[in-house]
T-cell receptor
Framework: DQQVKQNSPSLSVQEGRISILNCDYT??????FLWYKKYPAEGPTFLIS?????DKNEDGRFTVFLNKSAKHLSLHIVPSQPGDSAVYFC?????????FGKGTRLHILP | DGGITQSPKYLFRKEGQNVTLSCEQN?????MYWYRQDPGQGLRLIYY???????QKGDIAEGYSVSREKKESFPLTVTSAQKNPTAFYLC??????????FGQGTRLTVV
């Protein structure tokens, strides 16, 4: 049973436009949500997180929105840059475990 | 510099052999994790440990074993019982569950 779902395997966005990556979860007991970015053959790097008691967190070009009633979160990147091309993982934590989605590959087009 | 070190970066194993992947951290984190990445599968949790001398199975623990004798070290052994060991293995550490910092990964190939 997949508790964290990223339903779009890939996404292509024009450089300079907004990239929106989506994530759904099934367990209302998750209390922290995180986004990671991963380049090939490297470990994921932490991008941004949000506590379940908040609905928005912003850090530079990255903003994460949390809709608890819909069990949905999204990562907005604006403006998108070529270096943003990578795989993005959504993650959720509970009971001292961090559970990841399958990832979305983001392609930034010139 | 503080960080997480995984070694080796590439590892080849013959079928039927056990192999141990190293993970060391000097971030003074209590929690350590092992994940496996396969194409289209994302990151799947193998084992995790919240304190020294204690660890719990993750979602795909079968065929793997771990130990946590020191806070800094969390080695993963891929045993011959693991049916599909070829994958990219990632170790992470964290303080509590608010963030995990990852190593660079080990790519294991069975030949």
């Amino acid at each position: 049973d997949q508790q964290v779902k990223q339903n779009s395997p890939s996404l292509s966005v024009q450089e300079g436009r907004i990239s929106i990556l989506n994530c759904d979860y099934t367990n209302s007991m998750f209390d922290y949500f995180l986004w990671y970015k991963k380049y090939p053959a490297e470990g994921p790097t932490f991008l941004i997180s949000i506590s379940s008691i908040k609905d928005k967190n912003e850090d530079g070009r990255f903003t994460v929105f949390l809709n608890k009633s819909a069990k949905h979160l999204s990562l907005h990147i604006v403006p998108s840059q070529p270096g943003d091309s990578a795989v993005y993982f959504c993650a959720a934590s509970r009971d001292d475990k961090i559970i990841f989605g399958k990832g979305t590959r983001l392609h930034i087009l010139p | 510099d503080g960080g997480i070190t995984q070694s080796p970066k590439y590892l080849f194993r013959k079928e039927g052999q056990n192999v141990t992947l190293s993970c060391e951290q000097n971030l003074n984190h209590d929690a350590m994790y092992w994940y496996r990445q396969d194409p289209g599968q994302g990151l799947r949790l193998i084992y995790y440990s919240q304190i020294v001398n204690d660890f719990q199975k993750g979602d795909i623990a079968e065929g793997y074993s771990v130990s946590r004798e020191k806070k800094e070290s969390f080695p993963l052994t891929v045993t011959s019982a693991q049916k599909n060991p070829t994958a990219f293995y990632l170790c992470a550490s964290g303080q509590g569950y608010t963030e995990a910092f990852f190593g660079q990964g080990t790519r294991l190939t069975v030949v």
